[in-house]
């Protein structure tokens, strides 16, 4: 049974490739057709003929963004990524796994994973099946996979929460757009006050959370399973490490979009928080169409063009680019894996 699995795992990561590229070709058409125009060509156009409309589309979309947008844009995107490598680094450090495993390996394998799962989608179970195979072949169990991914999710969350909490106090108004939107009007209906006091109760989680650490809670246990309490050096890095990849992933937006009517970083930032979770909530792949109706309605004082243009840039940056990138590793991977198994073989 094993010989088979050792099989099976390549086949897996091949169809996982397949998946992708064929997501990505669709991705592309859907940010191109947004034009009914455009669309009807699209539908009835040959693969070349689509091909050629889809690049003159975003051409035209992100031709007046100027160039020094996009030097920043791409920084903001190696800061982002640098820092879910360490969201990776910090899970190991938190198992006792850490030594024996380079950073150039944690890093290309946090940069696949979070490719491959933010345009999937379905994020815990994709990137779960990434990091399953890549840090397993360095000797971790199921179980301290398992400890690792939830880890890394929960250092997402509790920078989404910090940040947003910040948001929440220092601009109370952001979330009076989102009533605009036919399935949240009721539940944005508040008040700055009581927006406040949101935020402020996101903040009073984190410094409970803080505090259980420092008071060094006893490890939770379910049979044999144990998951133990993060304790201070690691609390303090994900202080750093969430809010550097959340801040740079927003950055791409902020860099991209037009100096005039821009409202400043604090409020792109907050409009990220919330669209960017709600396309993650959404499990829709890339979070396409949920992003763009929240982030628009979130920032009503910049033309709609220009923060779709931003957008496209950021999904180019953030989701296209990566994913591209990341296929040949993964297909490398697989072929790698593939020949061991296949050197190692006992003979029938």
């Known amino acids: ?3 088979y699995l050792d099989y099976l795992w390549p086949i897996i990561g091949l169809v996982a490739v397949v998946w992708s590229v064929d997501l990505l070709w669709d991705k592309l058409k859907a940010e191109a057709g947004t034009d009914a125009a455009i669309e009807a060509l699209l539908e009835q156009g040959s693969f070349w003929d ?3 409309i889809v690049a003159t589309r975003i051409g035209q979309k992100i031709a007046v963004i100027p160039t020094d947008a996009f030097l920043h844009a791409a920084l903001a995107t190696l800061v982002a990524y640098a820092a879910l490598a360490w969201y990776d680094r910090i899970a190991l450090i938190h198992i006792g796994k850490e030594k024996g495993i380079s950073w150039s390996y944690i890093s290309l394998c946090s940069f696949v994973t979070y490719a491959l799962s933010h345009n999937i989608g379905a994020s815990v179970f994709s990137g779960g099946m990434v990091r399953y195979r890549a840090y397993t072949a360095k000797g971790l169990t199921a179980a301290e996979v398992a400890v690792l991914v939830a880890l890394c999710s929960f250092t997402f969350a509790f920078g989404t929460i910090l940040l947003m909490g910040l948001v929440l106090i220092y601009e109370p108004e952001i979330l009076r757009p989102l009533t605009r939107l036919p399935m949240a009007s009721k539940f944005f209906a508040i008040g700055d006050g009581t927006a406040r006091l949101i935020g402020i109760g996101m ?3 984190v410094a409970l959370y803080t505090i259980g650490s420092w008071l060094k809670f006893r490890p939770f246990r379910i049979g044999k399973f144990e998951v133990i309490y993060p304790r201070l050096p690691i609390v303090a890095r994900q202080y750093l490490a969430a809010p550097l ?3 740079g992933a927003a950055g791409i937006i902020y860099f991209a979009l037009p100096e005039q009517g821009n409202p400043g970083f604090m409020i792109v930032l907050g409009a990220f928080l919330l669209s960017f979770s709600a396309g993650l909530l959404s499990q829709v792949p890339g979070g396409v169409g949920v992003m763009e109706a ?3 309605a979130v920032m009503p004082g910049i033309p709609a063009p220009a923060v779709f243009a931003a957008l496209l840039v950021w999904r180019m940056f953030y989701l296209i680019l990566p994913l591209v ?7 490398a991977f697989e072929r790698d894996q593939l020949k061991r198994n296949t050197r190692i073989a006992p003979p029938p």
């Open 1 to 3: 049974m094993k010989r």
């Open 50 to 52: 689509n091909l050629r």
């Open 203 to 205: 903040l009073a989680f």
């Open 245 to 247: 990849e959340l801040a």
């Open 294 to 296: 929240v982030f628009l």
């Open 325 to 331: 990138i990341s296929l040949p590793v993964v297909l």
